[in-house]
């Protein structure tokens, strides 16, 4: 096919991921004689980037690497799952399923909650994939299209209380997700034995009348990078749209959903020093009744797919091609392919983010109890064994569970009757713990060590000390009732989303990070680099002096991203296509 000078796409070789994905067979490549293979834990060739199309990735645990070199042993090579949970809901007998597997199938035994509202499962050995994917299966799960160059798992808000808007909101994120998945049999093929017929309506992707390979809507050579998708119900912005190439901002009328004010082209990932790259906050391209929906997130895919850069996967993203082409063209393009005109957007507006912890009452009178699961790890420590407290829970639960994507965990849908019964099993557990800081529920790190491959700095395993002293800061000021949305990722990948924090630290290296600062409370304005390569103390001291300067000169209600940008400690980000980068607006 002719490429469209529309595009303006780049007259370079393709890269390696396009002939990969080409010479795949639509994903099946030789992953199946591959896990034959018992002369390596890991994937051979092009199915090691091939397995991520089936939610897998091939890691290996990097605090043993060295000492395995030593002993001249392979790495620990294992991979990690991340299951398909479009709007994060999870039933408690899948719950019991999955608790489990990790259990007893997982080098290490937790289930991890991601900041996309799905979970992961860590350390799985080369002889327990296929039985891992059949496990899921039996319980109505899979892990289709949570990784690789397709449209990920779609997020919806965790808003139990709206019962009625969520409904409608959670079902569309359903469809969307059903309509954008590869429609390739190899999943089926590889994992289930060509069973085709998905049994829940959890999962309704692959039916028996899709029996052929093609791909209609992503193409033979899938979506030239990862797409992410959201369905967001305001005032809450808890997914972070603008971490997505694609969002539907649920717009309600007398409680009834009408329509989706539709935003392009965000998302946070950056290369240190790499100034093509940046983060992005995502554009209005204007409302869509119900019934375009479908048109609206398909045309937005395809074009992204005929006009993405093939030939460079660090251009390859969505905000990539709209600088690249411009927002109208790509706009009008969509519009096209949709066959209708965007409407002018209507009014909403996000008030916070975060999860609100503890009880609240629906509109339908069902409880709902959100838990704090500190970086989304369920594992049993010391005096506080949470996965076990999860599955008693599930054991008598009759609503379901929810999965947020701060990391956090919903029990939703309690009645009346089983409030208290839930509340003790929670508190014996240390799920409920009255303890837990307003500051540290608004804190977030993504996985990094030892798992992560991409991992620079520590994350996770870093997180909860650091926390001590902030929140020792905060007290100090009498701030401890506040919090600052801050967030730590490994690397500038962003995956813990510090790139919409008010205070946001990207790994450098071992123990070093740059420091971001003036988010906003709702997610919408990018921080900016404040100090580059520091190490944890530095940050500390600073972040003292901010906090303290914050407690005394804030205005009413100010939070600290606003301060930050009010008092001069960094000037905003205000497009950061163009000013992310500007020397001139970093402090010296
Ligand atoms: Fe991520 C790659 C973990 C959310 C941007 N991410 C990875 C990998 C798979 C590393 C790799 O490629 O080998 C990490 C696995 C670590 C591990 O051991 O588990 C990883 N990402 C995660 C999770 C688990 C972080 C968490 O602590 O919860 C999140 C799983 C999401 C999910 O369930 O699907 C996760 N990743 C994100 C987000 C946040 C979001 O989407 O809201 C981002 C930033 C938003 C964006 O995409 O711009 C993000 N992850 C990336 C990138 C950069 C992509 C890019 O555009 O350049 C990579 C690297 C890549 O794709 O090449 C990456
Ligand atoms: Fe790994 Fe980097 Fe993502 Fe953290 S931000 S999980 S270190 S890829």
């Not at 100090?531 to 940050?539: Q, V």
């Amino acid at each position: 096919m002719k490429s469209d000078p529309r595009a303006k796409l780049p007259d370079a070789p393709l890269t390696d991921n396009e002939r990969l994905k080409d010479q795949s067979d639509y994903l099946h490549g030789s992953i199946a004689q591959d896990l034959k293979d018992g002369l390596t834990g890991g994937f051979n060739g092009d199915n090691f980037q091939l397995i991520r199309f089936h939610g897998m990735y091939e890691q290996d645990d990097r605090d043993i690497r060295a000492e395995r070199a030593e002993q001249k042993l392979e790495p620990l090579k294992n991979v990690m799952l991340r299951c398909r949970l479009s709007g994060g809901i999870i039933s408690p007998k899948q719950w019991l399923g999955i608790d489990e597997f990790a259990a007893e199938h997982t080098l290490y035994g937790s289930i991890r909650l991601t900041t996309r509202q799905t979970f992961q499962f860590h350390g799985v050995l080369k002889n327990n994939i296929k039985p891992m994917h059949q496990w899921l299966h039996q319980l109505g799960l899979d892990s289709i299209a949570t990784a690789g160059d397709v449209n990920r798992n779609v997020l919806c808000t965790s808003n139990p209380i709206e019962s009625s808007l969520h409904r409608e909101a959670y079902e569309w994120a359903k469809a969307i997700s059903e309509h954008l998945l590869p429609k390739t049999t190899a999943y089926a093929d590889i994992w289930l034995d060509g069973e085709k017929v998905f049994s829940t309506e959890l999962t309704a992707p692959q039916t028996k009348e899709i029996a052929d390979k093609a791909e209609p809507i992503l193409g033979k050579t899938y979506l030239p990078r990862k797409f992410k998708t959201t369905v967001v119900i305001p005032p809450l912005n808890d997914v972070d749209l603008h971490a997505n190439d694609l969002n539907f901002v649920a717009i309600g009328e007398n409680g009834k959903l009408v329509g989706f004010n539709v935003l392009v082209g965000g998302g946070l990932s950056m290369e240190h020093g790499n100034r093509k790259t940046f983060p992005n906050t995502a554009y209005d391209f204007g409302f869509v009744g119900l019934s375009d929906v479908l048109k609206c997130a398909e045309a937005v895919v395809t074009t992204q797919r005929d006009w993405g850069d093939r030939t460079n996967r660090k251009a390859a993203k969505t905000r990539y091609t709209l600088q690249r082409v411009g927002v109208d063209v790509f706009k009008n393009e969509v519009e096209q392919r949709m066959g209708v005109p965007f409407q002018a957007s209507r009014p909403y507006a996000f008030t916070e983010r975060g999860d609100r912890i503890g009880w609240v009452e629906g509109e339908d009178k069902k409880w709902h109890l959100t838990l704090f699961i500190e970086n989304g790890r369920l594992l049993d420590y010391p005096n506080k064994p949470l996965k076990t407290g999860v599955r008693e829970i599930a054991k008598i639960h009759t609503g379901d569970f929810r999965l947020t994507a701060n990391q956090n965990l919903i029990v939703a849908g309690v009645s009346a009757r089983d409030k208290a019964k839930i509340e003790k099993i929670a508190r014996e557990h240390g799920l409920i713990d009255d303890k837990v800081t307003e500051q540290r529920k608004n804190s977030m790190a993504c996985v990094a060590f030892p798992t992560c491959p991409l991992a620079m700095a520590e994350s996770e395993r870093f997180l909860p000390e650091f926390i001590d002293q902030i929140d020792a800061m905060m007290a100090k000021n009498g701030l401890q009732n506040d919090n600052i949305i801050l967030r730590i990722t490994g690397c500038p990948n962003g995956c813990g989303r510090a790139m919409l924090a008010e205070i946001g630290m990207v790994g450098k290296a071992i123990g070093r990070y740059n420091l971001y600062v003036g988010g906003n409370r709702a997610g919408t304005r990018i921080p900016r680099l404040f100090k580059e390569n520091i190490t944890a103390d530095e940050i500390l001291t600073q972040i003292d002096a901010w906090i303290a300067a914050w407690a005394s000169e804030r205005e009413a209600a100010e939070s600290f991203g606003d301060f930050a940008v009010r008092s001069g400690i960094v000037k905003p980000v205000v497009n950061a296509a163009v000013d992310f980068w500007d020397e001139s607006k970093i402090p010296a």
